[in-house]
DNA sequence: AATGAATGAGATTTCATTCAT
DNA sequence: TATGAATGAAATCTCATTCAT
């Protein structure tokens, strides 16, 4: 007759497992996958090194399964209660919420990302793919088709090309996150996000060249983007 | 008596030394640096394993190295021998240049990126810091000297940053490089660097959305932008 | 106030042991002693692994234990009941019964055989003995009676070593046995056992050269012995 | 270059190798196969134990190369060089030089006997049938060959069954070897093998029971066969 | 008495590095 | 300088046994 009803038992387990995976992130993320070891991660986790395969088959088990433990409770999709824009002004609006919330999610996963990196050569494709989910650059498909009808009503230049449009919007600000919260941890300008995302937000929308008219940017946005965001 | 001349001795020396970088660059990319073993770069270098440290007095020590070595010949700077831009046209030109180029040089090294990856936990911040020389984009300084030169000179916007845009052109190209070139080895969009480069000028330069007039893009430039650059 | 009879008690206990020796035995076969973990033999036997400590104080208990619980059913003396054979017709058909009986217990105890041959580095004389003890080679020197009387009597060779010869009738069966039953589990011969046990009680009884006469064998009993034993 | 030739190398590893499987097999026999340690091994080979990682795969691979190893030089046929036996006395001398050359063998290789039981479980097929082939059991088809002839040639019976015949003859020798010199150690008849052969051969070709006439031995081949043999 | 999570000793195997030749 | 066998530290993983519940 087992002692602990099997409601209780399973959240037991879950916690044992949250705890190990919390642990194995940190150690991955501080050694690379190969230089960590289980006894550095019983130890963070409070627990012997034999427990540790108690829920987890393998080391690498432990590494698949980071993701979707860790991750889970973010992995909504950024865009799907945003409402569609329908000029230039509200798509500036939008892209300010989603670039903030990419910025967002990047740092707060900066740890994930470190394992991502150093455990790369062993990922399987199938693993490569939960680990990118975290950045949801794939999500890029949602903006693309708000591209598409930025272009067809008209606020967005004809000759854009969607697809390629889409990528670049993240990878804007995927260079500061990259360079500053994974690999070097220096920033690379003088300036916060909440002043990045909206320069960037300008800058994928209107250029960097002059406009032939000043009209185009209503300065109350712009104010506002420049106030705090994170 | 040596047999052969000092200098003769150096020059053999030197060649073995990028022998075996070339090796280990090899299967580090390829296995990543931890699961990469001795041997394997031996027998890809064509020696014995106890002959490479009569050449280098550590596995680590051939990770520092490689950048230095491995790249040498191209760390020329991107930029110097092109002529500064004095309007936004001439910085379209520019722009594309600079991002061939760039395009050209991540995927000249992307064996030695994917290797930075894989053995970033154990990189010292010098070590990382030439490992980034590889793609420049320290060298984004330079860019930035330029683009506050356009704003000066009015043919960029009043409002421009110039040490974020600087930082968001390399940006949003090396979104396209990583994930195609580097993490996952598949393409993103299905278009060639040709086509994306000067895509992602017009953005960087024009934004994306709709301009008041029709005016600002000289058809005989972007149809040029159009050709094979790669 | 026990809830249950102390008699009841020591019965309840009695089969929890049956059980787990039981299931101990079929793991032990399956394995070999040292592949067997605790933990197949307690799934096994339909408990959990702390629960076999209750009853056996560790793994090398639970081998000691094996032949004296699980084989004590049919540890009765093989020829206690047979009448003493009294000429060599006699003898043919005491041994045929012997024979049968002897395959039929090593047959009966094929699994626990395995389990001694797995275990045999880790079992101490005595044990190796009680395990012998299931084909009750030993009980050879009851044999080496008979056939001593047999001398006496006349209707066996004055010349004849009974100690050996004793020995060498179950080595006669032993080797079919422990190659189809136990090594390899594959027949040595297309015969059934009702086939080799009287050609062995020939074979034993009166060689495999020619006679002299041919007056040896009364058809009576050949016949016979041809018919199913088993 | 090498300093070593070539043939010296090949001549050296196989020394090495040759080392380490007597080792392995004095440690197995000793201990069993899943008790015994690389390191056990190692050090009855005089070697650290990572060294002997540089000359078999693993472990189990030892277990393999054991019988082939070790056993190669007696592993020709035991029957080949013997003339044919055309009567019962030649027979006679015939199977007391099979049956020496027999106990010989199987005392020769009881240690790697030994290591067969003990190893029994993870024993392939084709592994098991390489360990078997050191008692040559399954040679028993050249003995039935021969006893085929004897019947036909009328000297032996003609009920007799060959083929079971053919295995019941090393039976007869093998329950003393597995006995004595296997299982127990301890001898089960206070006789030698000279002595026991002799007897097991009267057993197989006159059987135990009285003659109706004296003839059938010659004297001279029965004091000969009394003699040492071992 | 029953449970099964926790433990940690111990086993196999890998591999950077050394060094005699 | 080149070699590659030898080394042994260190890592992963298994499992008999304990013990709080």
Redesign the pocket.
Known sequence: ????SPAA?VR??DT?RSQILAAAALIFARKGF???????I?QAA??????????F????ELLAHLPRQLAQPVLTTLLDRLPLPASAEEMEAFLLQLGTAFVARVRTHARLFKVFFSALPHLSPSARATYLQLVQIHAAARLERMLRDGVRAGYLRKDLNPAIAARVFPGMLFIFLMVQEVLVGRRMVPYEYDVIVPEVVQLFLYGSASRPRATRRPAGLRAQGRHRLT
């Open positions: 007759m087992p002692r602990v038992k037991l387990e044992r190969d230089r960590a070891t289980i006894a550095d019983a409070g627990l012997a090194e034999g427990s540790i395969y108690n829920y088959r393998s080391k690498d």
